[in-house]
């Protein structure tokens, strides 16, 4: 589902007074919208074909520092303009904020006006691209899980994040007295959300004290990271609104589950599902069967893409329904993979490795590519594990820590090849530099451990 505001409602919607404030953005390295707020008469008159934004954008760290070390732009290149055109297809209004409407844009060069290939947006295009030109398209949808906390961003931060209160203090899962408790931001989530043309099936409670997740309808690839991208943004304003805290941060607390965003994905040819075959094993195609064996082959070279930080990794732990091993298995949440409705047209894989803070455009790019190699080489899909996975020791295993990421990214031929050395070493440079900010830092751990006692 695109945008749900086409460029001629909004001039009527302009002249009535009902709109006055179009927000263009683009999608940053770390899945965030950044851009700029135009009053809607200019959007109409010059905005809606480009506008310019500082090449930094997609350079940066979370708390936009500017490395060095990106081959893309520097101190020393000076730090030029991005040209930024509207997708006008994803215009649409952000009911939660009063006369507002937001539209999506592609990030190109400056003066060519080439596609920028290491932004997030356009990484995903090139992989449904190859896609396309297999004759398939592809159906993905993800979870997002989050925390919500008593407290504004602002005082909390104040506070140094120090003693945060869940909202919710119990176990929520499925729990719907406990989820009536939160209503006062779900609610309008799922209403605003579906309102701006994003299909969101639910909201529930999620495994841990104060935890939630939002599920949004299936949609084609781009479409779906589009949603993801919109409702995290949206979930942060709304609880901002209420006076409370939502956290994409994958593990907040050493003695909590984690947050994390599973991706589910199908193949389809002709409208048809390319994943079944109602003759084969579990109903699982040929072509599926070779897909997920690319994404097995691959899950190692991949993993930064869904774990970007160093937090991330703290997550995959035994027993959290975080995933350790990149084995598959049919509907069985200890696994890396996840066979969902074997045996049905709504065949399909979840890859759980994701977390919270993944960037949906790069997870999804990075899951196409590893299939796509799949099918390409005709891999052949190992049996399904069957079991505990947390137990087995002889399955490969994800990287357990940043650093082990970063090297499977730089070393992958897999990704080299699907997305060009200039992507996959830009995004090697941010890996890297995140390990670089953790390794400056200071810990409280460090200091209640040994300041008396080293």
Request: glycine share 8%; net charge negative; hydrophobic share 40%.
């Amino acid at each position: 589902m695109a945008g749900n505001l086409t460029f001629d409602a909004l001039k009527e919607e302009a002249a009535t007074g009902e709109i006055d404030t179009v927000l263009l953005a683009m999608v940053d390295m770390q899945g965030r919208l950044m851009g700029k707020r135009f009053h809607v008469s200019n959007f109409i008159d010059h905005a809606h074909a480009e506008t310019h934004c500082c090449n930094y954008l997609l350079a940066t760290d979370l708390v936009m520092s500017t490395p060095d070390g990106y081959a893309s732009t520097s101190w020393r290149k000076g730090y030029g303009d991005y040209t930024l055109r509207p997708d006008l297809s994803t215009l649409r209004r952000m009911p939660w904020l009063e006369k507002t409407a937001l539209v999506l844009g592609d990030v190109l060069d400056h003066h060519g006006h080439a596609p920028v290939e290491h932004s997030p947006r356009e990484m995903l295009k090139r992989q449904v691209a190859r896609l396309a030109e297999m004759g398939f398209d592809a159906a993905m949808a993800t979870e997002l899980e989050f925390f919500l906390f008593e407290g504004d961003y602002r005082a909390l931060q104040k506070d140094g994040y120090r003693n945060l209160v869940p909202f919710n203090g119990h176990n929520e899962d499925y729990c719907l007295f406990q989820t009536t408790k939160e209503e006062a931001v779900l609610r309008p989530l799922r209403n605003h959300l579906v309102a701006a043309g994003i299909p969101v099936e639910n909201t529930k409670g999620e495994a841990e004290v104060g935890q939630q997740e939002l599920n949004i309808r299936y949609a084609d690839a781009l479409g779906c990271a589009d949603h993801h991208t919109i409702a995290k943004h949206a979930t942060k304003e709304i609880a901002w609104q209420n006076g409370l805290s939502a956290t994409f941060l994958p593990k907040w607390a050493a003695d909590k589950v984690g947050s994390s965003s599973h991706v589910h994905m199908s193949l389809w040819k002709d409208g048809a599902p390319a994943f079944y075959d109602a003759d084969a094993p579990l109903g699982m195609s040929k072509t599926m069967r070779a897909f997920c064996a690319g994404l097995i082959a691959h899950a190692q070279e991949i993993t930064f893409f869904f774990a970007p930080y160093v937090n991330s990794y703290k997550r995959f732990a035994p027993g959290t329904f975080a995933p350790t091993k990149t084995v598959w298995s049919e509907d069985n949440r200890t696994a890396g993979f996840r066979l969902c409705g074997s045996g049905s047209k709504a065949v399909r894989m979840e890859c759980r490795i994701g977390g919270s803070d993944m960037n949906p455009y790069l997870a999804q790019a990075a899951l196409l590519a590893a299939g796509i190699k799949g099918i390409e080489d005709g891999l052949e899909l190992a049996p399904a594990y069957d079991g505990d996975v947390y137990e087995s020791d002889d399955v490969a295993e994800i990287p357990r820590n940043l650093r082990d990421a970063t090297e499977a990214l730089r070393g992958s031929a897999m990704l080299r090849a699907a997305m060009g050395d200039a992507v996959v070493d830009h995004y090697v440079r941010s890996a890297e530099w995140e390990q670089e900010e953790f390794d400056r830092a200071v810990t409280d751990w460090e200091l209640a451990r040994g300041f008396e006692r080293a």
